[in-house]
C-alpha cells in the first residue's frame, strides 16, 4: 500500500517548495510533481513538515515521593494529536543500576507508546558500575547521559562525579545533558525562605534566581571543555545561561541549550497567582522567568545560538501539586506541554515574526534529530526517511483547554491560550495516526524504540581537535636536567 500526500507546500529546514510525497510502507519513497499513490491524503493550502520531536519528558517518572500521572500512553497521544511523532525520555536508574532501569522503561512504552521513542540515561553518582554499564547502555542504543547540578540530596552529581562522566563520555563518542542549577545554592535558598515563613509557590522561583542556573551552566561547559567532549544544556531559561552558551560557542567549543515552550512564554507572574493550586501547578526547574529572559531566549532561536524547543514534560495532577501545600520544597517539579509545544512555537513564534517556517522546523524536529544522531531517518523529509510528517494548517485554530486535551492531567499551564495553525493530520512512519476531526486514537504499542548510534559528527571533530592540541611531555636532554642530578 502507497499513499500520497498531495497539493502541500513542503516546508524543510533549509528552504520550502511545492511537492508531493509518495510514502511506500513506513519511508519515504519519492518527492516532486504529480505523484500517484493508493491512498491520497490532502495537503492543499497547508505545508508538510517533518514530525516534532520532543527531546525531553519525564512520562511515568517517579519523582519527589510520587510519579508523574502523565502515561507512555496519554503522553505519546498527545504527543501525535499536536504534531509530535517522537519522545526522548529520561531513564532514571535506581538500586539494580541503569540496565534494569532501561528495561522497566521499555516494558512500560513497549506496550502503550503510540509514537516513536528513544531514552537518555541519568547518571545520578559514579562508581566502578557506572563505569562498567555505560558503554552497555550505548551498545543498546542510547548516546546521550543526563547529569543534575541540581535536587541535592536525591539526583544531583558533584563536579569530580561529572567530570568522570563526561570523560566516560568522551571516550564512547556520547553526548552529556546537563541540569544546570546550582544544587548547594538553591537548598540554602530553600531553607532560608523556609525559615522566614516564604513557603508557597512564589518561594520555588525565589530560590532558584537566574544566577544559580548562569553558574551552573558555566561550570557544566568548563567541565565538558576539561573532559573533551559536547554538552547540552536542558531547559535552559535565562539570559544568564544563555550568555554562557552563546560564549562558550563563539569560542569553538560545542555547545547545545534548549529552551523550553513555557519558558518562551510563561513568565514568573504565574507564581503570584492568589490562588495557590495556579501557581503550584506552574512550579518546575528552572522557574519561569520574566520578559527580558524570554526575549533572550527567541533572540537565541533566532540567531543560532539556541537549537532546540522541548516541553520537558512532566506533569503531576493537582492532587499531586498539594503535597507541597505549606511547604514548596515538596512540590512535585514539572510542567506539561508536549501536546502544545508546536502550535504555541507557531503561534508566538512563526506568526510574529521572531521565526521563520524553516527556523521552526529546524529547532522543533531537524536540529534535534542532528545532534541525537538519528538524522537523517527523524527529522527530514528525504527518500528514505522515516514518514514522520505533520500535514500543518495554518488555518486552523483553538484556544487551549484541559477540558479537551489528549492529556490526562486536569489542568493546561497555556490554558486560554489561543492559537493559531493545528496538525490537519500527522503521519507516523506512514500510518495516519491523527487526523483533525476525527479524534480518533492510534493504538498503544505502536510506536517503536528507536536506536540512536554513538560518534555523531561533532563528537568525532571534538576528539580529533582535543587529540591535536593535548598537551604533550616535554623531551629534556641531559643538559637540561637540574643542577646536581
Ligand atoms: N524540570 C522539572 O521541574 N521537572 C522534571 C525533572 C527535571 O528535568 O528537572
Ligand atoms: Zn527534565
Redesign the pocket.
Known sequence: MSTVIKGGTIVAADRSYEADILIEGETIKAIGPDLKGDTVVDASGAYIMPGGIDPHT?LEMP?MGTTAAETWESGTFAGLAGGTTMVVDFVIPGEDGMLAAMDAWESKATRQASGDYSYHMCVTGWSERHFDEMPKVVARGINTFKHFMAYKGALMVNDDEMFASFQRCAALGALPLV?AENGDIVAALQQKYMADGTSGPEAHAYSRPPEVEGEATNRAIMIADAAGVPVYI??TSCEQSHEAIRRARQKGMRVYGEPLIQHLTLDEGEYFNRDWDYAARRV??PPFRNKSHQDSLWAGLAAGSLQVVAT?H?AFTTEQKRMGLGDFRKIP??TGGIEDRLSVLWTRGVETGRLTPNEFVAVTSTNIAQILNIYPQKGAILPGSDADLVVWDPKLSKTISASNQKSIIDYNVFEGFKVNGLPRYTLSRGEVVWADGQNSQPQPGRGKFIKRKPFPAANAALSKWKELTAPRAVTRSAEHMPIGV
Do not use: K, P
Request: hydrophobic residues 25%.
Open positions: 519525564h519523582f541540569h536542558v531547559h518546575m526547574s520537558d512532566c517539579n514539572g
